[in-house]
């Protein structure tokens, strides 16, 4: 299976820095697929939530490089993905851990995307989105938010993130891949300016 990917994160116009932080990392052995993709949106009514979001990317890029060396020979996809499940549950402890200590709000979203050989993982926490995009736009992650009335309108909270509480709790799946699918993983923002007809056209091109 051939396959393409990139990764950008902006400040935007209306923050003073970036608090959101992504990656993306792949390797092709013998060849059987194995690649990650992360974003971790930074909880801007937090001023120092970029501290959190850097915590998930640096610790998901050390265990992937932990990882490859080992798969498929030495690690099957099951211990793997329990292994990435651990993995993230210290890192939202440590993340915790660090708002206890230090006496500051800090935290991120986060949905991470692994790709192993035939099958798609999905860990995902928050309101930052993957979409699987073929003949059509499908969100395969589940928006944690909640609804509440402020001075007659309707405001949209987010209700979980990294870090907010010691014990993580975090929605995954999985699924079967199929060529030609494309996925986008993303923070809110960015699927608020983006209409279905530009993805089309971006994939086509």
Known sequence: MRKYA???????NYRKKNQDRAC???????????????????????????IAAEMIRVGIERWFLGMEPLYPE?????????????????LNELIWIYRKENGIDIGCTMSLLVLLNEKYHVFHVGDSKILLIDDR????????????ERDGKLKTLLANFMGKVEELWMNQSSGSLVPGETFLVGS???FKRLREDILFDVIRR
């Open 6 to 12: 990139g990764c950008l994160s902006v400040k935007g």
């Open 24 to 50: 993306c990392l792949s390797s092709s052995k013998k060849g059987i697929l194995f690649a990650v993709g992360c974003v971790c949106d930074g909880i801007g009514s937090f001023a120092q939530s970029e």
């Open 74 to 90: 030495n690690i099957d996809e099951e211990s793997l993905i329990d292994d990435l499940d651990m993995t993230i549950r210290e």
């Open 137 to 148: 736009v499908s969100q395969i992650t589940k928006d944690e938010v909640s609804v509440v």
């Open 188 to 190: 809110d923002g960015l």
